[in-house]
Nanobody
């Protein structure tokens, strides 16, 4: 089993920054790609960014140039640095890990006000 715990969410003014962290525990050696997803109120969950074990990244067009995903394999942690935040970024952010099956964190709330 793999367990994921997100941290770093909160309330931030538009134009500001937040950094999210996701710590993995359990059968860590089985984890391949990791990623961040988000779900805004009343909307479907959408992919924000993904990163492979080798460091290759992909981003949603809406966050490209503003968000950066990274991982520290030694610490079993994936990060999401969010800059130039907009009200449209308000959502619950979820960490995910790919293994034999997919694992999900509990989510952390990010609220951006103008």
């Amino acid at each position: 089993q793999v367990q994921l715990v997100e941290s770093g969410g909160g309330l931030v003014q538009a134009g500001g920054s937040l950094s999210l962290s996701c710590a993995a525990s359990g059968r860590i050696s089985s984890i391949g790609s990791m990623g961040w997803y988000r779900r805004a109120s009343g909307k479907q969950r959408e992919l924000v960014a993904t990163i492979t074990s080798g460091g290759s990244t992909r981003y949603a067009d809406s966050v490209k140039g503003r968000f950066t995903i990274s991982r520290d394999n030694a610490k079993n942690t994936v990060y999401l640095q969010m800059n130039s935040l907009k009200s449209e970024d308000t959502a619950v952010y979820y960490c995910a890990a790919q293994s034999w099956v997919d694992y999900w964190g509990q989510g952390t709330q990010v609220t951006v006000f103008s």
